[in-house]
């Protein structure tokens, strides 16, 4: 099968298996992380206008899009790791930087869903939810 454009990029996304990071092949699209921040209203009778606090980060979720391979273990592993309710810690590696940008965090997948039609290629939709911070190096 010929490279997607994320892997021509030099973009890997990759999950934390039993004893090192492994690619996860055959991404055709990813979306986030992307996060946001409660905001806290403060105001008391003595404020003159609104008044504010920034409550904690919360990083999102990680979606993927990929052309599914039912033999391919990282594949399966996913699945598993949905299965088994498993925290597992990934990595996006953005090597369009010298050196490489690295964002490295923990999250659970929480959705794993395959599609297909006639003259299509099976794809899969994958959701990560992102628990903790992102590290970036």
Do not use: C
Request: no cysteine.
């Amino acid at each position: 099968m010929p490279s997607t454009a994320i892997t021509a990029q030099g973009i890997t996304i990759a999950r934390f298996g039993a004893t090192t990071f492994e690619t996860i092949p055959n991404v055709v699209s990813f979306q986030g992380p992307g996060g946001q921040a409660s905001v806290i209203d403060v105001t008391n009778l003595a404020s003159t206008a609104k008044e504010k606090r920034v409550g904690l980060r919360d990083e999102g979720q990680l979606s993927l899009s990929l052309h599914f391979n039912p033999d391919d273990a990282v594949h399966q592993g996913l699945r598993t790791d949905r299965a088994n309710r498993t925290r597992r810690q990934f990595k996006i590696t953005f090597t369009d930087t010298t050196p490489a940008a690295t964002w490295t965090f923990y999250g659970y997948v929480t959705q794993f869903s395959v599609q297909g039609g006639v003259d299509a290629v099976v794809e899969a939709s994958v959701t990560i939810e992102i628990d903790g911070d992102i590290t970036e190096a």
